[in-house]
């Protein structure tokens, strides 16, 4: 049931808004859904056609309405963890993953059960969906590989080797997946067609990129590294034509192609930095949402605007420079609506 107004406020967010109290805001906290345990998590992912969001959380995938904010269920039994997200719903299946095991698993998106475990590389992480063929691009990280897996077969189709650490991946609707490349400080482009590296663009500025972002009509990447900064990449030539600053913590990029607006959730600040597009080479800074410490991944609802940032309790007597100590059972998906 939705909430009027969040059950828990977490301190730092609380003493965030306190203090930018006189800030003229673009987003509200509007619901908060507690998910409790596990206490560990990964990406959140928004799909369209289901109207959902899928957190890997733990050992299972949490699936939430995105309308409503109401938890519908889990895909349960994946005792390595999850981190990404993949939905082909015009075949009835989502893709999940098993980084200990490395595993892709397929589950049923009527019931949520698992109906197949298809072998991937080690530290299976990321996922994305290739529009133009439909094929499932499972990015894993320490290998340095990505499998590549055909929904309708449920089985993996080729493996490309790409020779360095990944994180998140995002794809165009021409055939091209793109992919942060961690280790090296790039952006790799796929040419899904043929399953083969076409192009490795270098972002010198960008220490250890995770979140990765696509403005498909402006044909501009949006990756969030370490070191506090957004790389806007061309996706044609692979240029870097921004460098933006955001918070410390990035973990996830998001892009709201109605509103224009780029989104780098900040999981040591508590914050997500916005920046409003005037131009594909173009960017003003507005006000950043307050979160909460931990909240480092992020979704985004492009029709709606509505933002899911995943967050818990933290404690604060945590080691300075080290993770937060999340508190046990605190996790929540923070839901934020756009004012204007």
């Not at 369209?48 to 519908?72: C, E, F, M, N, S």
């Not at 997946?177 to 952006?187: Q, R």
């Not at 985004?300 to 818990?312: E, Q, Y």
């Amino acid at each position: 049931m939705k909430s009027s107004i969040i059950a828990v406020v977490f301190a730092a967010t609380a003493l965030a808004g306190a203090a930018h109290a006189d800030a003229v805001l673009d987003y509200s906290l509007t619901n908060s859904i507690a998910l409790g345990s596990p206490d560990r998590w990964d990406y959140a992912v928004f799909d369209g056609p289901t109207k959902r969001v899928y957190v890997a959380h733990g050992d299972w995938l949490t699936v939430l309405d995105a309308q409503t904010g109401v938890v519908i269920g889990q895909v349960e039994g994946i005792a390595g963890g999850t981190h990404g997200t993949a939905i082909s719903a015009r075949d009835g299946f989502g893709f999940t993953d098993d980084g200990e095991k490395g595993e892709a698993v397929a589950f049923n998106l009527k019931t949520l059960k698992v109906i197949g475990r298809i072998p991937a590389g080690a530290d299976a992480d990321g996922m994305v969906r290739d529009p133009a063929t439909g094929h499932i691009f499972v990015i894993e990280g320490d290998p340095g590989t990505v499998t590549v897996i055909d929904p309708v077969q449920q089985k993996a189709i080729a493996t490309i080797n790409a020779g360095e650490k990944m994180e998140y991946a995002a794809a165009d609707d021409q055939g091209h997946v793109f992919v942060a490349g961690e280790a090296n400080s790039d952006v790799l482009e796929i040419d899904a067609r043929t399953n083969k590296i076409a192009a490795r663009w270098p972002t010198p500025n960008c220490k250890s990129p995770h979140g990765l972002a696509l403005d498909k009509a402006g044909q501009r990447l949006f990756m969030g590294c370490a070191n506090a900064r957004m790389m806007v990449v061309d996706a044609h030539t692979g240029h870097v034509v921004a460098d933006l600053a955001i918070g410390a913590g990035s973990d996830a990029v998001a892009f709201d192609p109605v509103r224009m607006r780029v989104f780098s959730s900040n999981g040591r600040d508590g914050t997500v930095t916005i920046y409003q597009q005037t131009s594909a080479d173009e960017y003003t800074a507005r006000a950043p949402i307050h979160t909460a410490v931990s909240g480092r991944t992020m979704t985004l609802d492009p029709a709606t605007g509505r933002l899911f940032v995943i967050a818990a309790e933290t404690d604060p007597s945590a080691t300075p420079g080290g993770r937060p100590h999340v508190r046990p059972g605190t996790v929540r998906a923070l839901i934020y609506d756009p004012v204007k």
